[in-house]
């Protein structure tokens, strides 16, 4: 991320600014990786600290289906049930200790509460639907294809134009970043990169609201959601500088890198993290060397287990592909293109697919919800 600043802020941090009425604004400083990470400074009408109400918690942990996790699998992600509620409309389907895969298809959004992960970063990656994001940092309008990106403890409420919404939500328990190898050493994307910082929406801050009430929260902590009541709006916020803050990134504005020859999954890459990538596969030229194949080959990733979210268009490599179709390809055993699809591909132009894909690190672990949804043929499927 790079420097961004909303609303009013002081000319120097950490001095004297004053409302109209002579009192103080409240400066808060929200920092990340215990202050050695990025951070932004907050300017509020009142003290974000006025806590009313703790609740119980209310465990969301997510639980192992089995250990048995050496297996191609398909999920057929659309299968997953609308429901009414945006909190409970996130089943997380994959998991490890370093991120959490969830579908969701939210009738409405978070209605009369504000949530706050402060356990991850997540990406709310849209694949149905459209709506607006309000934050303490601002609005964001999001719509299909866009990857929202919410630093860990951005307070929002989401609210979605229709009933019609699928989403994919990848929650990160480290720092979400833009690939390393695209910044110069003062952060700024450089041009080998496939998008830049135009293509990043930040926030609009709206005028602060100065409220008292009863203010609902859900904030997650360590897999418990902690019901809190606090008595001042949360979205009293003047003004606000900093790095962090969240943003919108279009998987429309990922320029694909292509070549020669099959280009590698990196090429791909649009987000990085200390246990997982997020790359985008987008509509893009074929290889063309006069005798490249188009179809990749078949590989064996042996440290990394591969997730393909599908999203649209038309999959070259795999056959009975539907929207919202998860496989997941895990390290240890080879896996490519299924039958056939690597002479069909020979001397095709182009694509239109669209995916997502998240390679993590380490082993991931399947839930009931994600067995509930699994086509359990499935690794049969290259014998076809
Ligand atoms: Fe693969």
Not at 71 to 92: I, Q, T
Not at 130 to 144: D, E, H, P
Not at 247 to 252: A, M, V
């Amino acid at each position: 991320m790079h420097y961004h600043s909303e609303g009013k802020i002081p000319q120097k941090r950490h001095t004297q600014f004053r409302q109209p009425n002579g009192t103080l604004y409240s400066e808060e400083l929200f920092s990340t990786e215990g202050f050695h990470d990025k951070y932004s400074i907050l300017y509020h009408i009142n003290p974000p600290t006025r806590i009313t109400q703790v609740g119980d918690p209310i465990d969301v942990a997510p639980v192992k289906a089995s250990n048995k996790e050496l297996k191609h699998r398909c999920l057929n992600g659309f299968k997953v049930a609308p429901v009414d509620d945006y909190l409970e409309s996130r089943k997380v389907v994959l998991f490890n200790n370093d991120c959490r895969m969830s579908l969701a298809a939210p009738k409405t959004g978070t209605k009369d509460y504000y949530f706050k992960n402060a356990d991850c970063d997540e990406v709310i990656f849209i694949h149905k639907g459209s709506g607006t994001l309000q934050t303490n940092y601002g609005i964001l309008k999001f719509s299909y294809g866009d990857y929202v990106v919410v630093p860990r403890g951005t307070i929002y409420q989401i609210n979605f134009d229709t009933e019609d919404n699928r989403l994919l939500i990848v929650e990160s328990t480290a720092p979400i970043t833009t690939p390393q190898r695209y910044r110069s050493e003062y952060g700024q994307l450089m041009e080998h990169s496939p998008f830049c910082e135009r293509d990043i929406v930040k926030p609009t801050l709206p005028e602060p609201i100065d409220e008292r009430g009863n203010f609902k929260f859900f904030i997650k902590k360590k897999d418990k959601l902690y019901p809190y009541e606090y008595l001042d709006h949360p979205f009293d916020v003047v003004g606000w500088d900093g790095y962090h803050y969240p943003y919108i990134f279009s998987i429309h504005n990922f320029e694909p890198i292509t070549g020669r020859v099959h280009q590698p999954p990196p090429v791909h890459q649009t987000f990085d993290t200390k246990g997982f990538v997020i790359c985008s596969f987008v509509p893009r030229l074929y290889d063309y060397h006069p005798l490249s194949i188009p179809a990749p080959y078949f590989h064996s990733n042996i440290d990394s287990d591969e997730v393909l979210y599908y999203v649209d268009g038309d999959f070259m490599s795999r056959k009975h592909v539907e929207q919202g179709m998860i496989t997941l390809h895990p390290g240890g055993i080879p896996h490519g293109p299924h039958p056939g699809t690597i002479e069909k591909s020979i001397g095709a132009k182009g694509t239109e697919e669209l995916a997502v894909m998240v390679d993590t690190f380490s082993p991931l672990f399947m839930t009931k919800d994600a067995v509930s949804i699994e086509d359990p043929s499935y690794y049969k499927s290259w014998l076809d």
